[in-house]
C-alpha cells in the first residue's frame, strides 16, 4: 500500500478506503447503551433559557404552554421553561455545542436537595467570570428554575438524580468571534445517573494511565475552568480505551500526576502505628494548578483533616508513588461520590482492595450527603433559598 511522508519527514501509511470513511476508527458503544440512554432520557427534564430569534431558536421556547418570557436587560426576548428531553433541541447555531464554549457544573440531587448547591455556583460564576460569559438569572432564579427541573421529574422517595447546569456563549454565526453571539443559553438537565455499577464500590477500580496524552496546562485550556471543552480528557480515555478500565490517570507534560479524565485523585499513605495515630496517616491530592478544584475534592479534603490525618497538596507525584502494601488511593467526583482504587497501571495498591481508611472517609462522605443542611430542597421557597445562599 502507497505510503505518505509529513513535510518533517516522517513516513505515515496510506489510508485505506474503508478508513477513509471513519468506519476502522470507530468505538463501539457499550452492550445496551441505546436502552441506558432511553431510560435516562424518558425520565429527565429539562429547564432551558436563551434568546429569541425567529429562525433560529427553536419554536416550542415561543409555541409551548409552559414557555415564558423572562424579563431581563437583553437586547433580545428571553424565554425557558421546563420540557422534556425530546421536546427542545439546542440550536446548531449556539457556540457551546460548535465550539465547546460554555461552562458548567454537575450537581448530585440526594433526597430531593441539591448538594452543596451553593459551592457549585460559585464556581460556575468563577467559571464563567474567566470565560466572560453573563450568566442572566440571579442566584435565586437560577436555583428555583433548577429545582423546577428536578420536580418535574418526579423522584421517588430515596432516588438520586444529577443535574449538569450549563451556561454557553450562546448563538451566534459559523466563526468563533464571542462578540458575534446574541446572549447566553442556560440549560439544567435533571436526570437520574449512575457513573458506576454499585459493585464497584465494594470492590474498588482499577485505573489506567496515559503516557500519551498530557493533561492540559494553565496556558493551554485551564484545568482550573470547568468548561465543556473535554476533548483532552476523551483523548486520554481513548489512550487507554483497549485496556477496559473505568478510569484513566492522566499526567502534566512534566510526568507528575494530575488528575483522571472526569474525577479528582487522593493518595493515602500509612505509617507504623497508624491504626492507633490517625496523624501517621498522610492524605494527598495534586495541586489545583494541574487539575479542576473539585467540590467533592474539597470536602473529602476536609473531611480528612477532621479524621486528623495530614492532608497534603503536592506538585510532584508521580505514578510509581501509587504503588506499595502501605498505599491506598480513591478518586472523587460528583457522580462518582468516592470511589476506592485498588490498582493503577496494572499495579495493585495495598491489599487489592478498599482500604481501611478509604472506608472510613467513605462512611464520613455519606453522612454529609445525608445532612439536609448540605443543600437546598425542591420546593423551597425564594426566602429559604435566599438563606441558604446567604
Not at 431510560?39 to 409551548?64: D, K, W
Not at 460554555?102 to 430531593?112: A, C, H, Q, T
Not at 454557553?168 to 436526570?191: E, F, H, M, Q
Request: glycine share 10%; net charge negative; aromatic share 6%.
Amino acid at each position: 500500500m502507497p505510503s505518505s511522508t509529513t513535510a518533517a519527514g516522517v513516513e505515515l501509511p496510506a489510508i485505506s478506503p474503508r478508513r477513509a470513511r471513519g468506519a476502522a476508527y470507530a468505538v463501539d458503544g457499550a452492550p445496551g447503551a441505546a436502552r441506558d440512554l432511553q431510560e435516562v432520557c424518558l425520565g429527565a427534564r429539562v429547564f432551558v433559557s436563551m434568546p429569541f430569534l425567529e429562525g433560529v431558536t427553536p419554536r416550542v421556547l415561543r409555541e409551548h404552554a409552559g414557555s415564558a418570557s423572562y424579563p431581563c436587560d437583553e437586547p433580545l426576548e428571553r424565554r425557558h421553561g421546563v420540557f422534556r428531553v425530546d421536546e427542545i433541541g439546542l440550536p446548531l447555531f449556539d457556540h457551546g455545542l460548535l465550539y465547546g464554549d460554555s461552562v458548567f457544573e454537575g450537581v448530585l440531587v440526594v433526597d430531593g436537595r441539591l448538594f452543596l448547591w451553593r459551592e457549585h455556583l460559585e464556581r460556575l460564576h468563577a467559571s464563567a467570570r474567566r470565560l466572560r460569559i453573563s450568566v442572566p438569572y440571579d442566584d435565586v432564579d437560577l436555583t428555583r428554575h433548577t429545582l423546577e427541573a428536578v420536580e418535574a421529574m418526579g423522584l421517588a422517595a430515596g432516588d438520586r438524580a444529577y443535574v449538569r447546569l450549563v451556561v454557553s456563549r450562546g448563538l451566534g454565526d459559523l466563526g468563533i468571534n464571542p462578540r458575534k453571539c446574541l446572549g447566553s443559553t442556560v440549560y439544567a438537565i435533571a436526570a437520574k445517573l449512575a457513573v458506576y455499577p454499585e459493585a464497584a464500590y465494594r470492590r474498588g477500580i482499577a485505573v489506567s494511565v496515559s503516557r500519551n496524552v498530557r493533561r492540559n496546562g494553565q496556558d493551554n485550556v485551564d484545568p482550573r475552568v470547568k468548561s465543556s471543552n473535554y476533548l483532552n480528557n476523551i483523548l486520554a480515555l481513548l489512550d487507554t480505551i483497549d485496556e477496559g478500565t473505568l478510569e484513566t490517570m492522566m499526567l502534566t507534560r512534566d510526568g507528575y500526576v494530575s488528575e483522571a479524565t472526569a474525577d479528582n485523585l487522593f493518595l493515602v499513605s500509612r505509617e507504623p502505628g497508624w491504626e492507633a495515630d490517625p496523624a501517621k496517616v498522610t492524605v494527598s491530592t495534586p495541586t489545583e494548578d494541574y487539575c479542576l478544584n473539585g467540590i467533592t475534592r474539597q470536602l473529602l479534603m476536609r473531611i480528612a483533616a477532621e479524621e486528623g490525618h495530614a492532608v497534603r497538596v503536592l506538585r510532584n507525584m508521580l505514578p510509581s508513588d501509587w504503588r506499595g502494601p502501605d498505599r491506598e488511593a480513591f478518586l472523587t467526583g460528583t457522580g462518582a461520590g468516592l470511589m476506592a482504587v485498588t490498582a493503577v497501571d496494572g499495579q495493585a495498591l495495598g491489599e487489592g482492595e478498599a482500604g481501611p481508611v478509604t472506608r472510613r472517609l467513605r462512611e464520613r462522605f455519606l453522612a454529609e450527603l445525608a445532612d439536609p443542611a448540605n443543600g437546598v430542597a425542591v420546593g423551597a421557597s425564594d426566602e429559604a433559598i435566599r438563606a441558604y445562599l446567604s
